[in-house]
C-alpha cells in the first residue's frame, strides 16, 4: 500500500485527496506520479479502473502555475462523456489550488464554450474534433502548454482522429510534457508516441491479466432470438444495482431500450446519434439512479466511470478484444466486484475462445436462466421491498393492518401483498431485429451501422476537420482496429 504522503505533493492537492476520501495511492498512481512530476514524457497502462485519471490529474495540477491565466494543460478524450468525467475529476483535485477547468466538447454549443473561454481556464478537456474548432477559430491556444495527456489514446486513433491529434500536438511547444493513459495498447500508438514524445518512459503496472480479477466473467451460449428473454431474466434474478447493456448497433440499442421498457424496466438509452443534450440526461439519469438499465453501444465502453455498476451484458459479443476488456471495466471499478455476462452465439463461439486466449482468462459458460428462476428472483425483489419499507414510518397503514389481520389469515395477507408488488410484466413477446453474427475473419473492415462508423464518431462529431471525408489517416486507423493487440 502506498500513501499519497510519500509522494511529495503539495498541500492544497493532498487536502483535495483527503476531501475525495481516498487513503492510499493505487498501483498506477504511486508509479506514474513521481515519474510524471519529473517532467518526464511517460506512457501509462494499468487495469480498468484502477485509477489513471487521478494519476495524470495530481501531476497536472502541480505543474500549473495559478499567477498564470493561459492554458497550460491539455487532456484530449475520445468521447464526450469522458471528456466531462474527467473535467469533474481534475477539477476536483485542482479545488484548493483554485485551478480553472473547463471542458470542451462537440455537440455543446461553441458560443458558450467561447464564452466560457473568456474565464481565463488552466487547463482544458477536450475531445479532438471540437478542439481543432477552436484552433481554427483561434479561440484557444496553445502555445502555453506545458502538460498534454491523452487518455484512451488507443481509442482515439481507432476513431479516425489521429490526423486531429497530430494538428493538436503539433500546435503545442516543443518542450511540453506529454503523458498517454489506457488499459490497453496497441501498435498505432507506437507510432504517435515515436513522432510526438521523447525519452519515453514505460510505466505499466503488471498485472497477470489484462481484465480484472474482481470481475466475475460469464457466457450464454444463445440463439439472437433468445437474448432478450435471457436478459430479461437475468435481471430479474440479479437484480443489479446498475446495469449496462452493451449492443452492437445504434439500431439495436433503440430497439433493446424500448424492449426492457415494454418489460417494466427503468432503462435509457446512449449512442452517438442522441443529440448531446439527451446525452447528458441519460447520463445524470444512470448516476443518480433514477434508471437502471443503460442501453448502450461502445461509445459508454471507455473510461466511463459510474459506481454502482455491478452487472455489465454484452448483449453483442464486442467487436474485438479491446472492446471486450474496457465495456467489462465499466463493473469491479475502484477495488469493488463485478459480474461480466456475454451472450454469444453458436457462430461467434471462436470469438469468445479469442478472447479468453488473449485476456488470458477462462470465461465460464452458464445454462440458461428459466422462466421460474426469474419469477422466484421477481417475488425476492417484491420481498424485499416489503422488509424495506418496515424501516419506514407506517403510521396510518398500522390500523388497517389490523382491520385486516382481525378478518383474515396473516399468511393470506402478506402472500396477497407479495403478489401484487410482484413485478407483472412476464415475457411480452418482443421481436428485434437481428443483428449479423460477427465473422471471425480479422480484416473484416467495420459496417457502418457501427457506432463508431465514418460519418460520426460516438462523439457523435465528424472526425477530423469536420468534412466527413474518409482520409487516408483514417482508413488505416480502421484497418488496424481488426489488429486487436492488448501491449506491443
Ligand atoms: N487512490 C484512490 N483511492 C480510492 N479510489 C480511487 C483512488 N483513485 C481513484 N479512485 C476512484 O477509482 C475510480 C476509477 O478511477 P478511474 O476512472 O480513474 O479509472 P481508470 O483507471 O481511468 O479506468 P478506465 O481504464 O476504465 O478509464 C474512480 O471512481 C476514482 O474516483
Ligand atoms: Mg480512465
Redesign the pocket.
Known amino acids: 500500500m502506498s500513501l499519497f504522503a510519500d509522494l511529495n505533493l503539495s498541500k492544497p492537492v493532498m487536502k483535495a485527496l483527503e476531501d475525495m476520501g481516498f487513503e492510499s495511492a493505487t498501483a498506477i498512481q504511486a508509479e506514474a506520479i513521481p515519474v510524471a512530476l519529473s517532467g518526464t514524457d511517460m506512457i501509462g497502462q494499468a487495469q ?1 479502473g484502477t485509477g ?2 487521478v494519476a495524470f490529474s495530481i501531476p497536472m495540477i502541480e505543474r500549473i502555475d495559478t499567477e498564470e491565466d493561459v492554458v497550460q494543460g491539455l487532456i484530449l478524450t475520445p468521447t464526450r462523456e ?1 471528456c466531462i468525467q ?1 473535467a469533474d475529476e481534475i477539477r476536483k483535485v485542482g479545488i484548493h489550488k483554485k485551478v480553472r477547468v473547463l471542458a470542451v466538447y462537440g455537440g455543446q454549443d461553441i458560443n458558450r464554450q467561447i464564452k466560457s473561454l473568456k474565464n481565463r481556464p488552466h487547463i482544458i478537456i477536450a475531445t479532438p474534433g471540437r478542439l481543432i474548432d477552436h484552433l481554427n477559430r483561434k479561440t484557444i491556444r496553445l502555445q502555453n502548454i506545458r502538460m498534454v495527456v491523452l ?2 489514446a488507443d481509442e482515439m486513433l481507432d476513431m479516425g482522429f489521429v490526423e486531429d491529434i497530430e494538428t493538436i500536438l503539433s500546435n503545442c511547444p516543443e518542450e511540453r510534457q506529454t503523458l498517454l ?1 489506457s ?1 490497453t495498447m496497441k501498435p498505432g500508438v507506437k507510432n504517435l508516441a515515436q513522432k510526438f514524445m521523447k525519452d519515453i518512459k514505460h510505466v505499466s503496472v503488471k498485472a497477470q491479466e489484462v481484465t480484472v480479477p474482481l470481475i466475475e466473467q460469464v457466457y450464454y451460449e444463445v440463439t439472437e432470438r433468445q437474448k432478450l428473454d435471457v436478459l430479461t431474466r437475468l435481471l430479474d434474478i440479479q437484480n443489479p444495482e446498475l446495469a449496462i447493456v452493451f449492443g452492437r448497433t445504434k439500431r439495436r440499442v433503440d430497439e433493446l431500450m424500448n424492449a426492457l421498457i415494454t418489460r417494466g424496466y427503468q432503462a435509457d438509452g446512449l449512442h452517438g446519434d442522441l443529440s448531446q443534450r439527451q446525452r447528458d440526461a441519460v447520463m445524470k439519469k444512470f448516476r443518480d439512479g433514477s434508471i437502471d438499465v443503460l442501453v448502450a453501444t461502445d461509445v459508454a465502453a ?2 466511463l ?1 459510474v459506481s454502482g455498476v455491478t452487472h455489465v451484458y454484452n448483449f453483442d459479443i464486442p467487436q474485438d478484444i479491446d472492446s471486450y476488456v474496457h465495456r467489462i471495466g465499466r463493473t469491479g471499478r475502484a477495488g469493488k466486484s463485478g459480474i461480466a455476462s456475454t451472450f454469444v452465439t453458436p457462430r461467434e463461439m471462436e470469438h469468445l475462445h479469442q478472447i479468453e486466449r488473449i485476456t488470458k482468462r477462462k470465461i465460464a459458460k452458464r445454462p440458461l436462466p428459466t422462466i421460474a428462476e426469474a419469477r422466484i428472483g421477481k417475488q425476492r425483489l417484491a420481498l424485499d421491498m416489503i422488509v424495506e419499507a418496515t424501516n419506514e414510518d407506517l403510521g396510518g397503514y398500522r390500523n388497517l393492518a389490523k382491520e385486516l389481520l382481525d378478518q383474515y389469515d396473516s399468511v393470506m395477507l402478506v402472500s396477497a401483498a407479495l403478489k401484487l408488488l410482484t413485478k407483472n410484466t412476464n415475457e411480452v413477446p418482443i421481436t428485434l431485429t437481428e443483428e449479423q453474427p460477427l465473422r471471425t475473419k480479422r480484416t473484416k473492415p467495420k459496417t457502418d451501422r457501427r457506432d463508431r462508423g465514418r460519418k460520426t464518431g460516438p462523439t457523435g462529431m465528424k472526425p477530423a476537420g469536420g468534412k466527413g471525408k474518409l482520409k487516408q489517416g483514417k482508413k488505416e486507423a480502421r484497418s488496424r482496429k481488426k489488429e486487436a493487440v492488448l501491449s506491443w
Do not use: I, P, S
Request: net charge negative.
Open positions: 480498468t489513471k485519471t469522458l474527467v487518455d484512451e493513459f488499459a471507455r473510461g466511470d
